[in-house]
């Protein structure tokens, strides 16, 4: 088999984070090449460099020998380079011969000649197998149908190379078993595929080879025959034990938070919750690890009280919860550290005073009369005190909050979330986009709140973090806790098993 | 109650209706244009206002029609620019865009006016535009007269209301420029060059809509006047969601106003003792009643009214 696509010393700078860092990747014809990686190991962003999308600070690309330059998106398709991305780019409101037909330059005409391009497509879509109702509205077919009108739109461009990008997310599994009758009649009639993903079972199945993406390097590329899922869930983890600068505590019994088989959208993988049991003690960190989008989200909500459980019970100091809005869980001493910033966590044309008052208005030592009348002096003493102690950099805490970085935002949420008195904290993503300085700050500030004997459940898809905070590991997969692990030597190689989606026999810690 | 059914009342109203529906109609096409392409433009009535103008002074100072329309034209197109550099370079909110047209483009005009024509009371009247009847089909009884003895403004309206239809629908560069306003990102993802569309789409909407001013003041009425839009750009914007964002429903909706405004002046004609300004409101009630009946529905553009920005290349 030939070289088809080289890339050589990849290199993507996004300001000073690296995405890809000296990355090669060398891609045979005809096969299936899949990239596997944690999210942020760097494959969209080498794949994105591939389709045009973001020009590569160092580095070459080669096809079938000759090195090019992709500046557009336009060209890569002109390349034979076709990209069929996680979110579809499909017009909704047309039909599926339309967006196929959409912006080609194929047919120069001025009207567009109906039957002639229908032919070309049916017989198309008779060659790979996409069965696609051609007539039909995008927004009247099943999202695998969806995928399939996009794997036409490549072919019909004239991609040789086609980039999948988490295509089986969003499938059933019957849906993905027939993606990969298409991915293999692709390949016997020469074409190329990259297949990117992190769920194993496929990786193992589909693929010819596979490169493994880490931190936005290359860690090595293997054929599939001669590798196994646990050498590929370690080199994808990739970490060895980890020394914790914090000290572990072992479980208290003392119960603040407790699941029990609650379940919500409990037929979704990755939106639900199926069943969950967990418990969180008093003066403990229970962390959640996992793949982004394996009801992770679902979790936070429920235990904040963002939504209410379809079935299943939530117990918050040993009293079954019956009301499920944030305000009642605001007054059950729950904080919540949101996984996005700005869109949960901030008012962001508000100042920062403003923001760090947010959930403490009633409170009689800011307001008279339960929020009707502000005591301004001494919210301003306030909001300059946590300024201090908490190292909020602003020019005055009258700034709108929205101009601070995002390590400032954090610990003005942060602030707002400890200061309060309270018996549980549930932080999500908590240090995502913050630098080391601030990452260690939240890291402390996070320890600090469980040695006063508060509860925290730390949701992350950082594994990092994970296994530096927590006293104890429960890992998530698929809406379920597949798993629960001790916070002191953990199991790194099982763990990362787990969060691949194999399930096992773990040693049961849950309560 | 018997003069609504005599033959010459029906045929005066009804050729009254078309040419009080042309105005709206083009004006409704031009709003369509711009929607197709992501950008609800508002300003229309400030847009007719400019064109309405720039139409008259040509047409005072030419004494041809036909250069007030062409005026008209790139009046509406000059007006129409400054929205589209705003809204797709900028990337202002088209509705806060749309608004500041419609206040500044009236007042320029009647500056311009006052200018040229100082405060007196007496109205400059330049030669209106005359009716060219269509060879043979003019002479038909009865709907010879209605449909085929008009200005060639309005054979040109109602003639863009298929061509609309066909670009649209059958043309490689209408489905193109269609999927503009529905996903930019994948039109650009597809080789589409969104800004270009976006840009074409403002040209077109500022022509249609001063070309729909300027019939105002040079096939309409022979004088300019300060409010002489009098909301038809509003209205035009109620014919494209009334019309579900269709060349042909748009046609009904604008027939369906034009035709409440001819109702509306036979009724003052005809009717003394009732106070004409409630005779004159008909045409906007009907369009409040339009509104709430079908605007509820959003059936237009998916991204029509977002703000684009291409992504870091």
Redesign the interface.
């Known amino acids: 088999m030939n070289t088809f696509l080289t890339m050589e010393n990849i290199t993507k700078k996004f300001g000073d984070v690296y995405a890809n860092r000296a990355v090669d990747l060398s891609v045979m014809a005809g096969e299936v090449h899949t990239l596997l990686g944690e999210n942020g190991a760097g494959k969209s962003t080498l794949m994105n460099i591939l389709s045009g999308?973001?020009?590569p600070t160092k580095g070459h690309i080669y096809l079938r020998g000759h090195k090019v330059k992709i500046h557009?998106?336009?060209q890569a398709?002109k390349l034979g380079i076709g990209m069929v991305?996680q979110h579809y780019?499909?017009?909704?409101?047309?039909t599926v011969f339309?967006?196929i037909?959409?912006?080609?330059?194929k047919?120069k005409?001025?009207?567009?000649q109906k039957d002639k391009i229908k032919n070309e497509l049916l017989a198309l879509s008779a060659k790979y197998g996409l069965d696609i109702e051609i007539d039909k509205p995008i927004n009247e077919i099943s999202v695998g149908a969806q995928q399939r009108v996009e794997i036409m739109?490549a072919l019909y461009r004239g991609a040789e190379l086609l980039i999948l990008d988490e295509p089986t997310a969003a499938l059933t599994d019957i849906e993905v078993e027939s993606l990969f009758r298409i991915i293999r009649r692709l390949t016997s009639e020469q074409k190329t595929v990259i297949f990117i993903s992190h769920k194993m079972r496929e990786v193992l199945e589909i693929s010819d080879r596979i490169t493994i993406l880490r931190a936005g390097q290359t860690i090595a590329t293997l054929i599939k025959s001669e590798t196994t899922a646990a050498e590929l869930a370690h080199l994808m983890i990739g970490r060895e034990l980890i020394t914790s600068e914090y000290e572990k505590k072992t479980v208290n019994r003392e119960l603040i938070l407790q699941l029990d088989q609650a379940s919500f959208n409990a037929t979704s993988k990755h939106n639900g919750l199926n069943a969950v049991s967990l418990t969180v003690g008093a003066g403990e960190v229970l962390g959640i690890a996992g793949v982004d989008g394996n009801g992770q989200s679902q979790l936070a909500q429920l235990v904040t009280g963002l939504i209410a459980p379809d079935d299943g019970d939530v117990h918050l100091n040993n009293r079954k919860v019956a009301r499920f809005t944030p305000a009642h869980f605001i007054a059950s001493k729950v904080s919540h550290i949101p996984e996005d910033r700005n869109k949960m966590g901030l008012i962001g044309n508000m100042t920062v005073k403003e923001n760090l008052l947010l959930k403490s208005l009633n409170s009689s030592r800011f307001s008279y009369g339960k929020g009707w009348l502000l005591r301004r002096r001494q919210i301003a003493m306030h909001a300059r005190e946590i300024r201090q102690t908490y190292d909020i950099r602003c020019a005055s805490v009258e700034q709108e909050i929205r101009n601070l970085s995002g390590g400032n935002q954090q610990k003005t949420i942060l602030a707002r979330e400890l200061e309060r008195d309270i018996d549980l904290l549930v932080a999500v993503h908590p240090t995502r986009g913050l630098d080391i300085g601030a990452t260690k700050y939240v890291h402390d500030k996070v320890i600090e709140a469980r040695d006063r004997g508060c509860g925290v459940l730390l949701i992350s898809a950082d594994f990092d973090e994970v296994l530096k905070l927590s006293d104890r590991i429960a890992v998530m997969f698929e809406g379920e806790i597949v798993g629960v692990f001790p916070g002191i030597n953990p199991p790194i190689h099982e763990i990362s098993l787990a969060m691949a989606g194999k399930k096992q026999q773990t040693q049961d810690l849950a309560v | 109650m018997d003069i609504f059914l005599s033959l010459p009342f029906l045929q005066e109203l009804l050729l009254s209706t078309l040419r009080m529906a042309t105005p709206i109609l083009i004006v409704a096409l031009a709003e369509l244009y711009s929607e197709r392409a992501g950008l609800v433009n508002i300003g229309l009535d400030g847009i007719m206002a400019f064109g309405a103008l720039a139409g008259f002074l040509v047409s005072y100072q030419t004494g041809n029609p036909y250069l007030g329309i062409l005026a008209g034209a790139l009046g509406g197109i000059l007006v129409n620019l400054v929205y589209a550099f705003g809204t797709i370079q900028l990337g202002a909110q088209q509705i806060v865009f749309g608004m500041a047209i419609n206040i500044f483009a009236p007042a320029i005009a009647s500056f311009i006016y006052k200018m040229a024509f100082g405060s007196s009371s007496s109205l400059a009247q330049a030669t209106l535009m005359a009716a060219i009847p269509i060879p043979g089909l003019s002479r038909i009884p009865f709907i010879g007269d209605v449909f085929f003895n008009h200005t060639p403004i309005v054979y040109l309206t109602f003639l863009l209301v298929p061509i609309t239809y066909v670009f649209f629908a059958k043309t490689i560069p209408g489905l193109n420029y269609k999927s503009v306003g529905e996903y930019p990102k994948a039109a650009e993802s597809s080789g589409i060059h969104v800004v270009m569309v976006k840009y074409k789409a403002s040209i077109i909407c500022g022509a249609l809509a001063g070309i729909g001013g300027a019939y105002l003041t040079t096939s309409y009425i022979s004088t300019y006047s300060d409010g002489v839009v009098s909301g038809r750009g509003f209205i035009a914007l109620t014919a494209v969601i009334f019309g579900r964002w269709m060349p042909g429903g748009i046609l009904l909706a604008a027939l369906f106003f034009g035709f409440t405004d001819a109702l509306q002046l036979r009724f003052q004609v005809m009717n003394s003792k009732t106070p004409y300004q409630l005779l004159a409101m008909i045409p906007y009630i009907s369009t409040l009643f339009a509104l709430i009946f079908f605007g509820i529905k959003k059936a237009g553009p998916a991204s029509s009214g977002k703000p684009y920005f291409r992504e870091e290349r």
């Open positions: 999308l973001y020009h557009s998106p336009a398709v991305h780019m499909l017009v909704e409101a047309m339309e967006n037909i959409l912006g080609t330059t047919h005409s001025f009207f567009i739109k």
